[in-house]
């Protein structure tokens, strides 16, 4: 992700000339209490001042037609324009708009075919391109800048590669050649796609870097950075990191597996939060639930673990100022306040999963956590930037009108939006009234989503696994097995139903009881741990999802409530499948599957 960075004027006076270039620009927007503050240095009659941070909206349109947003220069004169689907406005009022391509509104209750862009000159020939990224699984497009000339009319559409997978991909140096590289997903191989500086326009090769372990079409959870501080970028993902070779001819990077999050969330960082010189990793815990969390990392001898530190839960006793908002599916990392220590930016995806996520109605909120070392160690403290845009799948920060300040450029279900930062020399009072509160609730609300609250409790409506009749199994052998040994997960019934002795190709059928005829959304919650394989579900033989890696190291854990699909299912016994893929590269080969419950939601 192309990101500006910025120098943050400290000092009253220049304070205020920049807060006159502001209001002389006339942003139109909405402004709304969001905020932090720092210590203004001592000046005369501003010795007591103190300065807050707030974000001023402009909506560039209510239309869904992306799942994300960018900015860049696209007319040559000097000001970042914003990249909205099918749509670029000219900065930095952003009210003149052209179309890339014919504008059409996206189904709010499917997804777009447009989900990621980015700004980059790829011809080289002094106007900036638009790289855009479509719904996972289909192919990327680069629209080549025609020049003020062609700028009312569809841009010419380059084809550069034919399948991004992953719903987290970085266009980002990988690799330190002179090029990006777009980091995704092909097929079920993590990878990387290298442009030919001759022919940039051409098709883009993938380089894979793993074996067949990720999703094939669409995944969670990717992040590109330094883990182990050897100079080299590396790839992150929900379960592990990919070392970048010295040898970029290797077929394969060595994969360290870490246990960062079992469903996979959105951008992934690796960055030193503590200050200890070490690289930690940053990322959301489920794209479509709750979480954000840092990982310390830890070193025993030569090998690297990771620690970790929960911002932000699914339950207001799980943040320390007792914030919740569910899908994170946009992570940015930027540091918003100018002092020199990077923030983490991030909000509700609203309607990602559209009534199937805990709190999908909840506000469309985009909020800013600062990082602050303290003796006691780190703390993040979480201001609202805004409680109307939300976020889609890409949450963008840059300077977009070269004051000096980072902004943010969102888009999604909700259209799209530029959030302006501006400041603003306050009273200690007014300040001290702006800062987060610490929770004072109470520390074992419910939770917010449908998953049993302790052992033994059953998950309310659902089908239990270990109560489901085998109708078949064509490997291996099943059984009950009872869970409260394990106190690092929690199942409901204290049960699973547990399927071991198969090999890759095995199948275990289940009888699904339908008792009324409709559609339904299907979900389960299934167990991971160290020798558990990879699975795939279907029903009646539609597939239900990508192929799900169960792998967890090193403790026994649930997936939580994961949805699989939707199926048309009449009145009567239906076949639901599970398929042994294979497992994991760091797993024990002996295949193990665990079935908590299967829910049935009927829409």
């Known amino acids: 992700m192309t990101v500006s960075r910025c120098r943050v004027l400290r000092f009253y006076d220049r304070q205020q000339s920049r807060l006159a270039?502001?209001?002389?620009?006339?942003f139109v927007g909405v402004t709304l209490m969001c905020f932090m503050a720092r210590l203004v240095p001592a000046q005369e009659s501003n010795e007591n001042k103190r300065e807050l941070i707030r974000f001023d909206r402009i909506q560039l349109t209510d239309v869904y037609y992306s799942e994300g947003a960018h900015a860049g220069d696209l007319n040559g004169d000097g000001q970042a324009d914003a990249v909205y689907g099918p749509y670029w406005f000219e900065g930095p009022a952003f009210q003149q708009r052209h179309e890339l391509y014919p504008a059409k509104p996206q189904d709010v209750n499917g997804y777009a075919d447009n989900f990621f862009s980015w700004v980059y000159d790829f011809n080289k020939d002094g106007r900036n391109d638009i790289f855009v990224v479509g719904f996972p699984g289909t192919p990327a497009y680069v629209y080549e800048?025609?020049?003020?000339?062609?700028?009312?009319?569809?841009?010419?559409?380059?084809?550069?590669?034919?399948?991004?997978?992953?719903e987290s991909p970085h266009f980002t140096n990988l690799v330190g050649d002179d090029?990006?590289?777009?980091?995704?997903?092909?097929d079920g191989f993590f990878g990387y796609a290298t442009v030919d500086p001759d022919a940039p326009l051409a098709a883009w090769k993938f380089h894979t870097i793993s074996d067949r372990i990720a999703a094939e079409r669409f995944g969670h959870g990717l992040g590109v950075g330094d883990v182990n501080g050897d100079g080299r970028l590396d790839v992150l993902m929900q379960s592990g990191w990919f070392e970048q070779p010295t040898d970029l001819n290797s077929p394969r990077w060595v994969l360290h597996p870490a246990n960062f999050t079992a469903r996979g969330g959105a951008e992934m960082y690796a960055y030193d939060v503590d200050g200890d010189g070490d690289q930690d990793v940053i990322t959301s815990l489920a794209a479509h639930e709750f979480g954000l969390s840092w990982f310390e990392q830890v070193q025993d001898g030569d090998r690297i673990d990771f620690r970790e530190?929960?911002?932000?839960?699914?339950r207001r006793s799980q943040n320390r100022y007792g914030v919740l908002f569910s899908e994170l599916h946009s992570v940015n990392l930027q540091d918003i306040d100018g002092d020199g220590l990077k923030d983490i930016v991030t909000g509700k995806t609203y309607w990602s999963h559209h009534r199937q996520s805990p709190m999908w109605d909840a506000g469309p909120v985009v909020y800013w956590f600062r990082l602050v070392r303290t003796p006691n160690g780190v703390d993040w403290l979480p201001y609202e930037a805004d409680s109307q845009a939300g976020i889609g799948r890409e949450l963008s920060v840059l300077d977009v009108n070269n004051d000096g300040l980072l902004d943010m450029v969102v888009g999604g279900m909700r259209g799209a939006h530029v959030l302006i930062q501006k400041r603003a020399q306050v009273s200690p009072g007014d300040w001290d009234a702006a800062q987060p509160k610490p929770y004072n609730g109470p520390v074992d609300d419910e939770r917010q989503d449908d998953q049993a609250s302790g052992f033994g409790e059953r998950v309310?409506?659902?089908?239990?696994?270990?109560?489901?009749?085998?109708?078949?199994v064509s490997g291996g052998h099943t059984s009950n097995q009872i869970m409260a040994s394990f106190n690092k997960g929690k199942w409901s019934n204290n049960a699973q139903l547990f399927w071991t002795g198969g090999k890759p190709g095995d199948e275990l059928e289940l009888v699904l009881p339908i008792k009324t005829s409709g559609r339904y959304q299907i979900s389960a919650a299934m167990t991971k741990a160290v020798d558990y394989g990879i699975v795939t579900i279907s029903v009646d033989g539609q597939s239900l999802g990508e192929a799900r890696d169960l792998y967890n190291r090193p403790d026994v854990v649930s997936t939580g409530t994961v949805d699989l699909g939707q199926a048309e299912l009449a009145v009567g016994d239906h076949?639901?499948?599970?398929?042994?893929?294979?497992a994991n590269p760091a797993a024990v080969k002996a295949f193990m599957f665990g079935l908590d419950f299967v829910q049935l939601k009927q829409l």
């Not at 003020?148 to 009319?153: E, F, L, M, S």
């Not at 309310?460 to 078949?472: I, N």
């Open 21 to 26: 270039r502001l209001v002389i620009m006339g």
């Open 145 to 166: 800048n025609p020049g003020a000339a062609g700028w009312d009319k569809p841009w010419p559409k380059h084809e550069v590669f034919d399948w991004v997978s992953n």
């Open 179 to 186: 090029t990006p590289e777009l980091v995704c997903t092909r």
């Open 309 to 314: 530190h929960k911002i932000m839960g699914d």
């Open 460 to 472: 309310p409506g659902a089908l239990e696994g270990e109560e489901l009749k085998v109708a078949r």
């Open 575 to 582: 076949k639901l499948v599970v398929k042994l893929q294979g």
